[in-house]
């Protein structure tokens, strides 16, 4: 069972990466991430995490 | 006016960024991760021991060169978030009685790919070429439409400061 990231339409196997782990690689890569809103899903006994940006509000 | 060529921004070289991750040692081993990618575009990783980071990070590099670009495109999360956008810009619509406004993506610092960021905008290079389509008499008429114009809007603002004038 592998697990992987997926964010918009690009899909990146995480290895040995924990899910935290993953959530600083992603904000490093993506600055837009810092405070990414994360959906587990299991997709053909793969575990994908699916990475969105959340909605800021308006000042 | 001629046409500049355009040149496609996915073809300029973007700078990588290059992240290397030393873990806390676990059995006397310090874990190397190295996550390699340039900007806009998923990383590639790269996983080994402490002794073997020199090798990981050429490796990285080297594979973000040879690889395709994988860039991110990132698209509307939820149909009510744009359902709530629709009506928003519709409300706006009836109070302003104006023009369609539709908005591409959540934000302006969303990651954009290239190709929607040329679709959604349009540069002078974009809009067709006018070249002597009106003739010397359509030009007179309108330069003489422009005269009426003028002395019709100097009239009406004649008019106004003898109305704000009286008691």
């Keep these: ?59 | 006016m001629a046409k500049k060529p355009t040149k496609s921004a996915s073809n300029e070289p973007k700078p990588i960024t290059i992240i290397v991750n030393i873990f806390p040692p676990r059995k006397d081993k310090r874990r190397v991760v190295v996550s390699a990618a340039p900007e806009g575009e998923m990383p590639v990783l790269f996983e080994g021991l402490f002794p073997d980071r020199h090798a990981l990070l050429d490796q990285a590099f080297a594979a973000v060169l040879k690889r395709d670009p994988q860039i991110v495109t990132v698209k509307e999360s939820t149909p009510k978030a744009a359902e709530k956008k629709s009506k928003a810009a519709d409300d706006d619509d009836a109070e302003q009685g104006g023009e369609e406004v539709e908005e591409s993506v959540e934000a302006s610092d969303q990651l954009v790919t290239v190709e929607s960021a040329e679709s959604n905008t349009t540069s002078d290079e974009d809009l067709p070429e006018i070249e002597g389509d009106a003739s010397s008499d359509e030009e007179a008429k309108f330069e003489a439409q422009l005269s009426d114009i003028s002395s019709t809007e100097i009239e009406t603002d004649e008019e106004v400061g003898n109305d704000g004038e009286q008691d």
Excluded: C, W
């Design chain 1, 1 to 59: 069972m592998a697990n992987k990231i997926k964010y918009g339409d690009r899909e990146l196997d995480m290895g040995d990466l924990s899910l935290e782990q993953a959530k600083q690689l992603m904000a490093r890569h993506f600055p837009e991430l810092a405070d990414p809103q994360v959906d587990r899903k299991e997709v053909k006994g793969d575990v994908v995490y699916t990475f969105t940006k959340k909605a800021g509000r308006k000042g």
